[in-house]
């Protein structure tokens, strides 16, 4: 039996939903902070782009997801418990966690997970640069760091108006396409790398207002036929790039013009990932200089 394309997508990390879930509080109303007084602060984060938030925001962390990437030096202490998309609940119980902090990719399926294993949770939107800056405000609310929030979103902004971008529009057709090792899918304007080519006045050829990644159809590809192909890898990106490579050499990919005219740019994974983070202005700026080379 065929996996179905929900299923496919959680596994390769690709599901996004575009809601800010607030938690962290089992009994509690969902608006409480996390305080000190009454016991110590124990906060896990499940991404890398979490981690990357709340050390910035000067929130200790206690657990870090497991993962190639590089951590913060403050969290290089901290527990690991398990891969972003598949954290180990167990580890985590262990940890006696006042806070979960993970991205809404997760999905339904483990906030349910969380809840009746009464780990006090919270998911934050990390797919758009807006909802970054939303789940920075909400977290330095959250833990008391308002004004190292306010301190963040401001610079983000600063750097943002220093963009030439921000009037400028490419007619040129763009495909985004996400590879994971053994699987490669096409990323709609709903994804975060979709919303970096949108705010940067990009065209991407797939629009969704509810998926962020869908299967290929290579009949719509070639019918679009897009300029110029953009493609993010992740989890092993050397394998992730050797997927994309060879289903590249496929006859039917040959015929786009993109790859006749040698526009295709695999993006750097620092930058260019499943969710928002901290780079994103530099991220823009990046992509700028491939759209409008």
Not at 85 to 98: G, H
Not at 132 to 149: H, M, Q, R, S, V
Request: proline share 3%; hydrophobic share 35%; with cysteine.
């Amino acid at each position: 039996m065929k996996m179905s394309l929900k299923k496919k997508i959680v596994a390769l990390l690709s599901v996004a939903t575009l809601t800010l879930m607030v938690g962290c509080s089992s009994s509690e109303s969902n608006e409480q902070k996390v305080t000190n007084s009454n016991e110590q602060e124990v906060v896990v984060a499940t991404s890398v782009a979490v981690t990357e938030i709340l050390d910035e925001l000067g929130v200790e962390v206690s657990g870090v997801p497991t993962t190639s990437y590089e951590l913060p030096e403050n969290t290089k202490e901290a527990t690991k418990v398990g891969s972003p998309m598949n954290p180990d609940l167990e580890i985590i119980k262990s940890l006696n966690p006042t806070c979960v902090v993970s991205v809404d990719t997760l999905g339904s399926d483990f906030e349910k997970q969380f809840t009746e294993n009464n780990i006090p949770s919270m998911f934050v939107n990390l797919s758009t640069v807006d909802g970054l800056k939303e789940t920075i405000t909400t977290l330095g609310e959250k833990f008391n760091k308002e004004d190292k929030a306010k301190e963040i979103i401001k610079e983000l902004e600063d750097k943002e108006k220093e963009l030439t971008l921000t009037n400028k529009e490419n007619k040129e057709k763009v495909l985004v396409l996400f590879g994971a090792p053994g699987s490669v899918m096409v990323s709609t304007d709903s994804s975060y790398v979709g919303n970096l080519v949108k705010i940067a006045g990009g065209n991407n050829i797939f629009e969704s207002d509810s998926s962020s990644f869908i299967q290929v159809n290579m009949e719509e590809i070639i019918k679009r036929n897009p300029d110029k192909i953009l493609i993010m890898t992740h989890a092993v990106p050397e394998e992730a790039k050797k997927t994309v490579e060879e289903e590249f050499a496929k006859s039917t990919w040959q015929q786009l013009d993109a790859i006749k005219n040698n526009k295709v740019y695999f993006l750097e994974n620092g930058y260019f990932g499943m969710s928002a983070n901290l780079k994103a202005i530099e991220a823009l700026d990046k992509l700028g200089d491939i759209l409008y080379e």
